[in-house]
């Protein structure tokens, strides 16, 4: 009889090193209310956003992610050239074809296979549990996961529901063999049902400057959903790691909104002394970048250091979602 092998890889595997790219860019919201009926009162009360980030005209997708890469390569000490797989978390890539992924990885030297994860803001963390799969399954040595968005591309700066909401940045993180289990597993699912809360069109017809490619949210049906479906997806996360919410050091939603951070953290009643990741305020809803992104802020700030057990949640348009316990890398 013919026999196929199957490889086992890594017996266990972690985030070796976190890389992050914060575009110069700061816009107030004052700035977004020079065009927008809002003000900086009412945004900084139903979103907690203070400031964003846009990146710079002329700074692509790819330009961020090239930046964010490099420097969670450095941080984990892996060479471009020892990565198996290059993994891109993105909704805002300008091209179905080629994905983001082969254009970074030919950017950083590499000729790893890479492909995009398309799962709205939930995509950073679905990229993971896909990269700590691989190394086990010792079908990559290293992985590559990056999470990127360029949303000021695709906003209609007149509309309330979206235009103080989402911003522009990269995050990204090393997956290889580790000593210790630093990547619990995945709780994940979808609700297709509710496709049409968060969408952004790609009909041909639609491609032209008369009708870009706007993102368009129903922000109510979003608000109605996931403080309280994620409080069941970050428990099963935490049940499947093994652990109790008391063996948690941080938290670390999707920065979708602080009202939503902070039902959610009510409804999951976190013990004491859990810090919780607030980037939102600061950098806005960066979609599939907003985890990494945030949990630099928190090493940057001290709230948080490596090694310390976080838990990862990610939900968005799909709907899609995705959540998991880690160890946090060093950035
Ligand atoms: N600025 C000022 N006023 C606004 C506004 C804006 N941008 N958008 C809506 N309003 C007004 C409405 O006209 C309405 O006024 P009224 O009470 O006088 O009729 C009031 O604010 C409430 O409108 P509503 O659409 O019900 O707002 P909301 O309370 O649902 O808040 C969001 C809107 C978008 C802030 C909120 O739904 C939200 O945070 N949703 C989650 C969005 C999110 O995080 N998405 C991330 C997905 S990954």
Redesign the pocket.
Known sequence: MTTINQQAGAAATAMLGLGVHRPERVVTNDEICEV????DE??QT??GIRTRRYAAEGESLLDMATIAAERALKASGVAAGDLGTVIVATSTHVQHTPAAAPLLADRLGSRAAAFDVSAG?AGFCHALSVASDLVRGGNAGYVLVVGVERLSTFMDPTD??TA??FADGAGAVVVGPADEAGIGPVAWGSDGSQSHV?TQSVRCDELSPEHPLFVR?E??Q??RWAPFAMADVARTAVERAGLTLDDLDVFVP?Q??L??TETLARNLKLPEGIAIARDVQDSG?TSAASVPLAIDAMLSSGEAKPGDIALLIA??AGLSYAGQVVRLPRA
């Open positions: 927008l009926d809002s003000s009412w945004i139903r979103s803001c309330r529901g103080f909401i968060i949210m922000g109510t979003v608000f999707h979708a909104n009202r939503i809803n939900f968005g």
